[in-house]
């Protein structure tokens, strides 16, 4: 039995009988077959990562941006609409919080972010998701930060976002 190199990297894996006569079976790639293989799975993590990263980002710029206004609208109070005059100092007040300035920046980021994201995942499979992270972020940030509620329903409303995540991944 011998090998001999081929062009391209592999080799050709021949018998030689005592005749002399050279019988050999197809050429087999072995170096160039892992490394379409490596490539492959490469390709295919970054697109996961990319897509799914991205959706990540933007649904978490998106949340955070939400909960600070709903921060800041706690903080104030309600919003008094008895003049002209007492309606924009509300408005000048509110806006001239620091936090609520990176809320707004984080809120004019997110959809740049979604729609990079979309150059790799599939609208039908992206917004989904994108909502679904919308979801448990928010629930998060209200819980946890807000001191909302956490119902026996939001619980499993969670699970089910969860799931729904799960099912829109799986091929």
């Known amino acids: 039995m011998s090998a001999i190199p081929e062009r391209g990297g592999g080799f050709k894996i021949g018998i030689i009988p005592a005749d002399g006569i050279r019988v050999f079976a197809k050429p087999f790639y072995c170096i160039n077959f892992a490394h379409s293989v490596n490539t492959a799975h490469s390709a295919s993590m970054n697109k996961f990562l990319l897509g799914w990263g991205l959706i990540f980002i933007s649904a978490l710029l998106d949340s955070y941006a939400a909960f600070m206004v709903k921060t800041q609208f706690n903080k104030m109070g309600a919003i008094n609409f008895s003049s002209f005059s007492a309606f924009f100092d509300y408005l000048f007040t509110f806006f001239s919080?620091?936090?609520l300035?990176?809320?707004l920046i984080a809120f004019v980021c997110a959809p740049g972010i979604w729609f990079i994201?979309?150059?790799?995942?599939?609208?039908?499979?992206?917004?989904?998701?994108?909502?679904?992270?919308?979801?448990l972020f928010v629930l998060f940030f209200?819980?946890?930060?807000?001191?909302?509620?956490?119902t026996l329903?939001?619980?499993i409303g969670a699970v089910?976002?969860?799931?729904?995540?799960?099912?829109?991944?799986s091929k």
Do not use: Q, R, T
């Open 97 to 99: 919080s620091p936090l």
């Open 101 to 103: 300035v990176s809320a």
């Open 117 to 135: 994201a979309l150059n790799k995942i599939d609208l039908s499979v992206g917004y989904p998701i994108l909502v679904a992270f919308h979801l």
């Open 142 to 150: 209200g819980v946890f930060f807000l001191h909302e509620l956490m």
């Open 160 to 169: 089910l976002v969860l799931a729904s995540l799960y099912f829109f991944y």
């Open 153 to 155: 329903k939001k619980c």
